[in-house]
């Protein structure tokens, strides 16, 4: 084409800013409730809702995929079919002798490749559900002041006494020492006085 040609003039070369925007697609929200940030990372919806997908930030992403679980409503005997079915695939099987390949069953590394998936995650939920069966949470998780132990001794009870052994031995202590189990005797009111003080500062300190 010549330079002087008519046709020259009309010819528009955009900009690599204007091509560029045109190819840009917006990120949508992020569908965390309260967040605002876009949801460029997508996570799966879970089981039963295979290809479905949230959109999230990469904080909350993160957050969804750390507690996320897709045995989650499955029993036991639900997940152990799941595993055997997962060596083959999810595909059916034959007996032996029977014409695999004709069958369109996949290879022996993909299956293997699935089972081992399968057996790492069956084996963090499995870990997860005992550890939340057996673990027990300590009575006292800090350290206790001077006036909290004085007050465990009173109730004759040691450091590490919960709350019910609290509760249970204030109920004991009381029947002891109420006057009208001591036909009146003052050193029994002034005992009653010392274990109702000492009680309600446990309660007071949260230890009740």
């Known amino acids: 084409m010549k330079l002087e040609s008519k046709y020259f003039d009309s010819i528009r070369v955009g900009s690599k800013r204007q091509q560029g925007a045109k190819k840009e697609t917006r990120a949508p929200a992020c569908q965390w409730k309260g967040c605002d940030k876009p949801g460029a990372h997508k996570a799966p919806k879970g089981r039963g ?3 479905e997908y949230f959109h999230f930030c990469v904080d909350h992403v993160r957050q969804y995929n750390q507690d996320y679980n ?14 055997k079915d997962a060596l083959t695939g999810h595909r059916p099987t034959w007996k032996t002798g029977a014409n695999a390949w004709a069958h369109g069953t996949r290879d022996e590394a993909r299956n293997a490749e699935a089972a081992e ?3 790492a995650a069956t084996a963090r939920v ?25 007050s465990l001794k009173v109730l004759d009870l040691g450091d590490d006494a919960s709350r019910e052994d609290v509760k249970s031995r204030f109920k004991e202590l009381v029947k002891i020492h109420h006057p009208d189990a001591n036909g009146g005797d003052t050193r029994s009111e002034e005992k ?5 003080q000492a009680y309600n500062y446990l309660k007071q300190s949260g230890l009740v």
């Open 117 to 119: 998936r399968v057996n």
């Open 192 to 196: 009653l006085r010392e274990i109702l």
């Open 126 to 150: 499995t870990r997860k559900a005992r550890s939340s069966r057996t673990e027990t949470a300590p009575t006292f998780r800090r350290q206790l002041k001077p006036l909290e132990r004085k």
């Open 70 to 83: 897709y045995f989650d409503g499955m029993s036991d005997a639900e997940v152990s079919s799941f595993r």
């Open 49 to 51: 809702r295979d290809g």
